[in-house]
């Protein structure tokens, strides 16, 4: 690593450097290409906590909107010093609070230079800001085409870490069964997670599939617009290749059995063939999966696992992201005795083997 390069971390473990900055009072700068999700990470995480979370906009502020204005004061024949908008909402915080500063890269000089006091003396002139907010920083990089000038020194140097955020598989998922978004996104990026963030900075209008464009298409998705619609507004979120492959894939994702039907009798239920039809199965069930249904779902696994008699095909990696995106999706699974058995048993070894890869 560079001096200067800021240290990477994943969403995961950004999110509990937040919650230590924030229960300390520390400002926390947070870099990283644009899409990949620093903004909801730290709004997240203020939810969590249950903190306040105020959002400002550097990049479109006037310098006065943080160092205040001079007015005139005819009793004591001197200029005072007025707080506006923004100032005067962090002055009068009186709960915890996260001060999140977007695009902070992008902000003129003149609107980074009132950030040197505040956030060193926490004072700018005669105001102090009350010791219950944190100061957050976002912003892309330089590299990244932005629109990225820089931060001044002094200004980078007021923050008690610089850190970048970067994009992973298993963080992502977390956070997106969490959101209860579509299962065909989920098993989509299971199967190409070099898709997750494949950030690619153009002069064209074109997008890039990334964490935020994900999010797009799921939206998308809920429209039901019609299929060649449908298509063009999902190319148009992530890209044509991107895109291309995802309507592929969700078409086979359509056209599975009835995973309903296969959830009620896991003995018999099919098992594709194909890997997209596997992640497509895997990501549905997952989706489905309750403590009511979670020992049929183990019982699917299995067969996973161990193929079916009569057959040498075997599929343990697919049992086991079956086992634990069941678990992801829905955290009461943990607690069920079929998933401590799991744990134990020849499944849990290939779980446990891959938790030691990732």
């Excluded at 009072?25 to 203020?46: E, F």
């Excluded at 009569?310 to 699974?333: A, C, H, P």
Aim: hydrophobic share 40%.
């Amino acid at each position: 690593m560079n001096e200067g390069q800021a240290v990477q971390l994943g969403p995961v473990q950004l999110g509990t450097l937040i919650e230590a900055m924030v229960a300390k009072q520390q400002p926390l700068l947070i870099t990283g290409q644009p899409g990949i999700g620093k903004s909801d990470i730290v709004a997240q995480v203020a939810k969590r906590m249950g903190v306040a979370h105020k959002i400002y906009h550097p990049a479109v502020s006037d310098p006065t909107d943080f160092k205040g204005v001079c007015w005139p004061n005819v009793a004591t024949q001197r200029a005072d010093i007025l707080p506006l908008t923004d100032l005067a909402e962090l002055l009068d915080a009186k709960e915890p609070t996260i001060a999140n500063f977007e695009d902070l890269g992008q902000a003129p000089r003149s609107v980074q230079a009132p950030f040197m006091q505040l956030m060193r003396a926490r004072r700018l002139g005669p105001f102090r800001v009350p010791e219950c907010v944190t100061f957050i920083g976002t912003t892309n990089r330089r590299t990244d085409r932005a629109g990225v000038e820089g931060l001044l020194e002094p200004v980078k140097s007021r923050f008690a870490s610089i850190v970048e955020l970067v994009p992973k598989l298993e963080d992502f998922l977390l956070f997106w069964y969490a959101g209860n978004r579509s299962a065909d996104v989920a098993g989509f990026i299971r199967m190409r997670p070099d898709l997750l963030c494949k950030f690619d900075p153009s002069n064209d209008m074109g997008q890039s599939p990334l964490p935020r464009t994900w999010e797009h298409v799921d939206t998308l998705l809920s429209m039901k617009l019609p299929g060649d619609v449908e298509v063009a507004a999902v190319c148009g979120a992530v890209g044509v290749g991107a895109g291309g492959e995802f309507i592929s894939y969700v078409k086979v994702a359509r056209e599975l059995f009835d995973l309903d039907e296969a959830i009620k009798h896991p003995k018999t239920a099919p098992i594709p063939e194909t890997p997209s039809a596997l992640y497509a199965t895997v990501a549905g069930m997952a989706y489905r999966a309750t403590p009511d249904n979670f020992e049929n779902i183990v019982v699917y696994a299995e067969r996973l696992r161990t193929g079916d008699k009569g057959t040498k095909k075997k599929n343990g990696v697919f049992g086991v992201l079956l086992v634990l995106d069941s678990w992801r999706r829905n955290n009461e699974i943990g607690a069920h005795p079929a998933f401590d058995q799991v744990v134990k048993g020849e499944l849990g070894k290939l779980i446990r083997g891959q938790a030691c890869e990732g």
